[in-house]
């Protein structure tokens, strides 16, 4: 349930860490488990959606360090779509809140996890509150087990803009579409940032998303490839369309081969047992994600946003990455 859906938030925000849900098909030793005793997750009357939830770290061997937090984000309408959108910020929230702990260890700069070999999600909701949330904002939905996994798909925008400016947690844009938009910054929100890596570094067996265009003979022709790290493997697995541009679409799989072609280099990627072969240039960008902090969301930086909406030109970040040291996210 949470475990998954948090899995996936602090693989972004630990790249180095091997994140696992306990609950789920693999079965190793962690370095450290993390205990979520989620209490109350609901909506107040004012329109604030609040979570509360006790924290334990367990690191291998040493004593538990705990945290009991309390959360809220505001819910931008009326309707169950307002509702997954603002449990998916909380949930990122909640993340940043475990991720600041362990590389923190609540009070120093000392990691927690040495090596971050391994990190195990532990999550326990009351049977009557998870009854009391499903009924609250999934009205219709007989199949319980069923129900968070589709509020973590919840419809997201892609966002593509200039900034303008940043007062407090209201960061300013001016979309690549044109109209200016507000985005609100969560309560320990930072961006990511990307580096630049060589060709070289994509090997058999690397994970790595693309986006490509298809070329006049049909084949398709990377605009970008983005490498993951060994702990967000899987990550988006699949190909679809892609709103970079008209035509253009998404590949995240897991590289065959890689061999010269004319034009470029050819690799031959897997997703889910299906193969497809991309065309990179020479010129296309190597890239991969790194951590970066609001100090850069500086005037004239593009940036590349996951949001949710919560009016008209108005929106609350998920995710967000920005330009840094002359690397721009592709617009």
């Known amino acids: 349930m949470l475990d998954r859906i948090l899995t996936e938030d602090l ?51 040493k004593p538990a360090r705990a945290l009991r937090t309390r959360l809220t984000t505001p819910i931008g309408g009326i309707g169950s779509a307002f509702h997954v959108a603002a449990m998916s910020t909380i949930i990122a929230q909640l993340a940043d809140r475990i991720a600041a702990l362990l590389v923190r260890g609540g009070s120093t700069d000392r990691p927690v996890l040495p090596g971050w070999a391994g990190l195990h999600i532990r999550e326990r909701l009351m049977p009557m509150l998870r009854r009391a949330l499903l009924a609250a904002i999934l009205p219709g939905l007989a199949i319980l087990g069923t ?6 798909q919840a419809p997201q925008i892609r966002l593509r803009a200039t900034i303008v400016s940043l007062d407090g947690p209201m960061l300013t844009v001016e979309t690549r579409e044109g109209p200016t938009a507000k985005l ?11 580096k630049r890596l060589s060709m070289d570094e994509i090997k058999p067996n690397s994970y790595v998303a693309t986006v490509a265009a298809p070329a006049a003979d049909r084949t398709l022709q990377s605009v970008y490839v983005a490498v993951f790290s060994e702990a967000q493997r899987g990550v988006g697995e699949g190909h679809y369309d892609w709103d970079l541009a008209p035509g253009t679409s998404m590949t995240n799989a897991t590289v065959t081969s890689a061999v010269q072609a004319t034009a470029g280099r050819k690799l031959t990627m897997v997703y889910k047992g299906t193969p497809i072969d991309v065309v990179v240039p020479a ?4 890239i991969q994600t790194v951590p970066a902090s609001r100090d850069d969301l500086k005037p004239g930086a593009k940036i590349f946003a996951v ?10 970040a998920i995710r967000l990455t920005v330009s840094k040291d002359g690397v721009d996210p592709p617009q």
């Open 283 to 286: 010129d296309a960008p190597i």
């Open 11 to 61: 693989v972004q925000r630990l790249p180095d860490a091997a994140v696992f849900v306990e609950s789920g098909a693999i079965s190793t030793r962690p370095d450290t488990v993390v205990e979520i005793d989620t209490q109350r997750l609901d909506a107040e009357l004012g329109g604030t959606m609040v979570l509360l939830a006790q924290i334990a770290v367990r690191p291998d061997g």
């Open 307 to 316: 949001v949710s909406k919560t009016g008209d030109n108005a929106y609350t």
């Open 184 to 194: 609100t910054l969560p309560e320990g929100f930072n961006p990511t940032a990307l």
């Open 147 to 152: 129900a968070l996994p589709t509020a973590a």
